[in-house]
């Protein structure tokens, strides 16, 4: 027998959801001594579309021997679980982004639906309802849980604060706007464009722009720095920013459920951020206190404005951002909750 099965949406080294809430948690979940099974699907692409069949197989074998089986976010073969409720298997499923929603640019799905032709939201609720507990990342995706099941809850990103010591910040120039992102959100920096040219134009000597990314980069007009995206490297690529920006789309469903983990890492790391009034942010940044929100082009030159010639300010901001972390989105505080959620037994509830 093993305690827990955790399915996971995929290899943790290439998707961040799965880094952040499954393997993160594994050490301190084996050092309590729990006994579990991480089972990976194959990749999603055509050419190993005939590896799916064995995939759930493995499923299968390893969840007939489990207690609590956790599925994170979008495995979606129902069969298998509707037979794991009737095995009297307590499930867990965990979700962090509106996995419910069409996407934005054209009719096919956001995310990959296995083996479904079923409207996403159906899908969806059909996995919230056979849940024992249903874990989310933001208030908006548990509105739309809170429809299907009442045994929800948010279990916000984790963010380990060790891995982003706070510095001191010095009053230094040229100081550095940044962003880094992945080719999926690289596009909306062109909401930038106006707020940027603004800065830059106004500001010249007293700033520079840091794109990190591997994406093509969709500012036009405006002088900036880019260099590729690394993990390895992205502790030391946040530390090297004074400010950081993040744009998003603000009337669109799918953006309302971003979790933001970026945002979550910039505050951690102490730094002021500028990002759209939209979502996740909306509930988590204060304005003016613990970061700034702008949905207009006036607003982004004003908050940029302030940050840049307010060295003092950068620091108060940034401060209140890594204490807002430590209280709410720390790795070190949401240890116990995770290990009461996936092995209560074990956990003491």
């Keep these: 027998m093993i305690d827990l099965l955790i399915v996971a949406r995929a290899d943790p080294k290439a998707v961040a959801s799965t880094r952040y809430r499954v393997a993160r948690f594994l050490p301190y979940l084996a050092k309590a001594g ?25 499923v299968l074998a390893f969840g007939m021997l489990a207690k609590t089986i956790l599925v994170q976010k979008d495995i979606f073969f129902l069969p298998l679980w509707r037979l794991f409720k009737l095995a009297g ?25 296995s083996f479904s032709r079923r409207r996403p939201e159906d899908v969806v609720a059909e996995m919230i309802r056979l849940a024992d507990h249903v ?40 100081v550095t706007i940044g962003w880094i992102g992945t080719a999926q959100t690289a596009p909306y920096l062109s909401l930038l464009v106006p707020a940027l040219q603004y800065v830059r134009h106004h500001y010249q000597s007293l700033i520079r722009i840091k794109i990190v990314t591997p994406a093509h980069v ?8 880019q260099q590729g995206w690394s993990l390895d490297r992205e502790a030391a690529d946040i530390l090297s920013f004074d400010i950081w920006v993040s744009p998003l789309p603000t009337a669109a469903p799918w953006a309302e459920g971003k979790s933001s983990y970026k945002l979550l890492q910039f505050m951690a790391a102490g730094l002021p951020v500028v990002c759209s009034r939209v979502g996740y942010n909306k ?67």
């Design 34 to 58: 729990g006994r579990f099974k991480l089972v990976l699907p194959p990749r999603r692409r055509r050419a190993f579309f005939f590896l799916w069949p064995l995939f759930y197989l493995q």
């Design 135 to 174: 874990t989310v990342a933001n208030n908006y995706l548990l509105d739309f849980a809170r429809r299907f099941t009442s045994n929800v809850e948010v279990f916000p990103m984790p963010v380990d604060l060790d891995a982003f010591s706070l510095c001191p910040r010095e009053d230094r120039y040229p």
């Design 283 to 349: 509930d988590i940044v204060v304005h003016g206190a613990n970061g700034f929100l702008a949905s207009t082009t006036e607003e982004w030159i004003e908050s940029l404005e302030r940050l840049i010639k307010d060295a003092e300010l950068r620091r108060q901001v940034g401060r209140a951002a890594r204490e807002t972390m430590r209280e709410t989105c720390s790795l070190q505080t949401l240890v116990p909750r995770y290990l009461s959620i996936v092995s209560p037994d074990r956990s003491g509830r």
């Design 89 to 113: 298997k307590r499930i867990v499923y965990d979700f962090d982004d509106a996995i419910f929603v069409e996407s934005p640019s054209a009719e096919r799905r956001v995310y990959y639906m």
């Design 218 to 225: 969709p500012l036009d007009g405006v002088e900036f720095e």
